[in-house]
Nanobody, 119 residues
Framework: QVQLVESGGGLVQAWGPLRLSCTSS????????MAWFRHAPGKDNMFVAQ????????YSRDLEKGRFTISRDNTKNTVYLQMINLRPEDTAVYYC????????????WGRGTQVTVSS
């Protein structure tokens, strides 16, 4: 079974930074579009950011521009989500997802990493 493994979550104070990482030993990231989603208690799963296999990134319109940056290092088979100026409302489980280039759905998901922002 394909596994994506997220890391880097934890407890951070408001306005602090945090960087999440996602890697896989089964997928070759260079041919996949990669994305981050998050799920906060009582809320729907929310798209955060996506970076396609060419490196073009897109972000949720619901998030303040510039606070989240997605990047990838195909040599390390790793995708990152750099977060700055975190707020308590950013508290959620953050999930990494992958889809083959050209596919419409993200079929591969990690188990998530908890991010908790204290006020």
């Amino acid at each position: 079974q394909v596994q994506l493994v997220e890391s880097g979550g934890g407890l951070v104070q408001a306005w602090g930074p945090l960087r999440l990482s996602c890697t896989s030993s089964e997928l070759t990231f260079s041919v996949f579009d990669m994305a981050w989603f998050r799920h906060a208690p009582g809320k729907d799963n929310m798209f955060v950011a996506q970076i396609d296999w060419t490196g073009i990134s897109t972000y949720s319109r619901d998030l303040e521009k510039g606070r989240f940056t997605i990047s990838r290092d195909n040599t390390k088979n790793t995708v990152y989500l750099q977060m700055i100026n975190l707020r308590p409302e950013d508290t959620a489980v953050y999930y990494c997802a992958a889809r083959r280039s050209g596919a419409s759905e993200y079929l591969f998901w990690g188990r998530g990493t908890q991010v908790t922002v204290s006020s």
